[in-house]
């Protein structure tokens, strides 16, 4: 029989304050945010920390929901994974999200250059794309990745898992500092 238990004693251990993995809807990423922001209010942390955090996260699970590519595997159909954890100098916010292999290219590229760029440098990439930019099929642009690092002030770190020639699945992790410099 399975140990909840366990399971319950390795998040707490962990610090984690929410963990989903499944199928998102719209209703659904409201109900969690509002989870995820309930659980910081609770902490007794910072306004400012609190607003980054959830800013963070707002910007990753949207990230995740709306760039998650079909795989016909039940295993990994449709289905985002999400944690929100703490250390002791960071807040993390990680997700996990599968997409089309012939994808992985171009987004490790996107991420390794914007995360060389100066804040200057990324604020005016920013302001450049917002201006000039067309979208993409999935109404991205690389913004969201740009805001996941203004907003926490830190590069991304990321992995990408083959699963087969045609799926990778990508990993994402966004940590906000505790405190700030």
Do not use: W
């Not at 984690?16 to 209010?41: C, H, M, N, R, W």
């Not at 203004?150 to 020639?165: A, D, H, Q, V």
């Amino acid at each position: 029989m399975v140990n909840l238990h366990k399971y319950y004693f390795d998040m707490v251990q962990e610090n984690i304050l929410v963990l989903f993995k499944g199928y998102v809807t719209p209703d659904l990423l409201s109900a969690i945010l509002e989870i995820a922001e309930q659980k910081l209010e609770e902490l007794g942390e910072a306004k400012r920390i609190q607003k980054k955090v959830y800013n963070v996260l707002v910007e990753a699970f949207q990230n995740a929901y709306n760039h998650v590519d079909e795989i016909e595997n039940p295993l990994y159909k449709n289905s985002v994974i999400l944690s929100v954890g703490r250390d002791e100098d960071f807040y993390y916010v990680m997700t996990g999200n599968c997409m089309y292999a012939n994808r992985v290219d171009k987004l490790k590229s996107n991420i390794e250059e914007i995360n060389g760029l100066s804040k200057e440098e990324l604020k005016e990439r920013y302001m450049n794309v917002m201006a000039n930019e067309g979208f993409s099929e999935k109404g991205g642009a690389g913004l969201g990745l740009m805001d996941l690092i203004r907003k926490s002030g830190r590069p991304l770190e990321y992995n990408f898992t083959p699963i087969n020639e045609n799926y990778s699945y990508f990993s994402l992790c966004v940590r906000v500092p505790v405190q700030e410099s």
